[in-house]
């Protein structure tokens, strides 16, 4: 059992993760790992987002602070552009405002661990004098290939089939992030990201959410991953069940009884995440693909995406699909009915799979996916990638013929052993005197 909360608390953290979902979650993890060894820690949300989660912190505080969009969030700006551009002006200042306010408290903030998509945090927390950690929500891998995109080490557009990259593996032009191998994609978006290089010589810290069997030494910083609730990995911090915040309502109930009933390993788990869509034929082609697999599966279809289905693909289905719109996904890859894991392969669901052996059907979409596709498959070894056709769709046989080579008993034995080394790894990494429980460790004394 880790520290508790309480009079031994001597330094104050100040967390900052960009305002999604995907961020928010392995960040509010990180922020209970802390607070476990001793430090007072708070979460700084927007407004938009505290006032529309569902959260049980435990031993972290949430505030809030303005993005200048309180009443919708991202949503209400109308375009990214114009959201970063006024969360920087906002929240800069609303932001400082929340750490001013900490000064005249018994426990002052020290240091501010901000995502590092949010490079304008770290100059601000430099101007009140405080210690800068840089947070990465993304893979050491992606991580890289963004700085040598920041620093014009990549031309574009890129030539020839593959791209060869000090210390990666060789890699296929379309294993890159979409934002570079698709020029002029996104541009706002991937210039958001490209700037979080922009100032990183200033950090104190830098912070990545891996384990250093996974990734070594891709980079010179502090692998503290992967940050998955200490219940499905160590065991150390009390109460940890979930990652305790949730901007969707996850069917539970529906979900576990129906797992319940059915037999070990007999299920594929199909999620998308929080943002990508499919388009209706790719829905299409992936309802009937699962059906003709002649597996389980349980299949999570946000509430937006649910015109895109096949209206015959219920009936059709009934005796051996769940649809639901959102799932407790940690629960769901725990439980010893899910065979794979069916993924747009962001980071996020990539740890947690690995973490929990759960090996993956890979069907990225977009941004790193694709780059996290690659490894799991060709360097991780935990799992398969669909393939395109010419119009970019995955058809229904390749879907079928995906999950057969997974969950079939002879066809997947290799990559369900890997996926059973993967977890025993990532639990390693995390548990006591292992790699990121000692670089947490380090990063505490430091502050202390």
Same mark, same amino acid.
């Given at each position: 059992m880790e520290k508790e909360e309480? %009079?031994? !608390?001597?330094?104050? +953290? =100040? +967390?900052?993760p960009f305002p999604v979902q995907g961020h928010i979650n392995p960040m509010l993890q990180f922020s209970k790992r802390l607070a476990s060894k001793g430090l007072k820690v708070t979460l700084a949300t927007t407004i938009f987002i505290s006032n529309s989660i569902q959260a049980e #912190? &435990?031993?972290?505080? +949430?505030?809030? *602070?303005? %993005? &200048?969009? %309180?009443?919708? &969030? =991202?949503?209400k700006a109308g375009s990214i552009d114009a959201y970063l551009e006024r969360f920087e002006a906002i929240g800069s200042q609303t932001l400082a405002e929340l750490i001013e306010k900490q000064r005249i408290s018994d426990h002052p903030v020290k240091c501010l661990v901000y995502d590092s998509v949010i490079p304008w945090a770290l100059d601000r927390a430099k101007r009140l004098g405080l210690v800068g950690a840089s947070f990465f929500t993304q893979s050491c891998a992606v991580d890289v290939i963004y700085y040598y995109a920041h620093h014009g080490l990549l031309s574009t557009p890129l030539q020839g089939p593959t791209i060869s990259l000090p210390g990666l593996p060789l890699l296929g032009i379309h294993d890159l992030p979409s934002f570079v191998y698709a020029v002029g994609s996104y541009p706002s978006i991937f210039s958001h990201v490209l700037k979080q290089y922009s100032n990183i010589e200033k950090a104190d810290w830098l912070l990545f959410n891996t384990f250093d069997k996974l990734e070594d030494e891709l980079w010179p910083g502090k692998t503290i991953g992967p940050t998955v609730p200490s219940m499905y990995l160590y065991k150390r911090v009390e109460g940890d069940n979930d990652y305790g915040l949730d901007l969707f309502n996850p069917n539970a109930d529906a979900c576990m009884k129906w797992l319940n009933t059915k037999e070990s390993g007999s299920v594929v788990y199909v999620s998308f995440g929080s943002i990508a869509t499919l388009g209706e034929e790719q829905m299409e082609e992936l309802a009937w693909g699962l059906k003709g697999s002649n597996n389980y599966f349980l299949w999570v279809v946000r509430a937006s995406e649910e015109n895109k289905l096949p209206r015959e693909l219920a009936e059709e289905t009934?005796?051996? &699909?769940? *649809?639901?719109?959102? !799932?407790? /996904? =940690?629960?769901? =890859?725990?439980? /010893?009915?899910?065979? @794979?894991?069916? #993924?747009? @392969?962001g980071w996020n669901s990539t740890l947690e799979a690995l973490s929990l052996g759960v090996p993956m059907v890979a069907m990225p979409q977009w941004t790193d996916q694709t780059t996290n596709a690659k490894f799991v498959v060709d360097i991780w070894k935990a799992g398969v990638r669909v393939k395109v056709d010419e119009k970019g769709i995955v058809r229904r046989g390749e879907i079928e013929l995906c999950i057969r080579e997974v969950m079939e008993e002879e066809k997947g034995k290799d990559i369900r052993r890997n996926a059973c080394r993967w977890k025993e790894l990532a639990k390693e990494a995390v548990d006591e005197g292992g790699s990121s429980d000692k670089n947490i460790e380090e990063f505490v004394a430091g502050l202390v």
């Open positions: 309480g %009079d031994s !608390c001597r330094s104050h +953290v =100040l +967390v900052f #912190t &435990g031993s972290v505080r +949430v505030e809030s *602070i303005s %993005d &200048g969009f %309180d009443e919708g &969030g =991202l949503r009934s005796e051996k &699909g769940l *649809i639901v719109t959102w !799932c407790p /996904q =940690l629960e769901v =890859l725990a439980h /010893q009915a899910v065979g @794979c894991f069916m #993924t747009h @392969c």
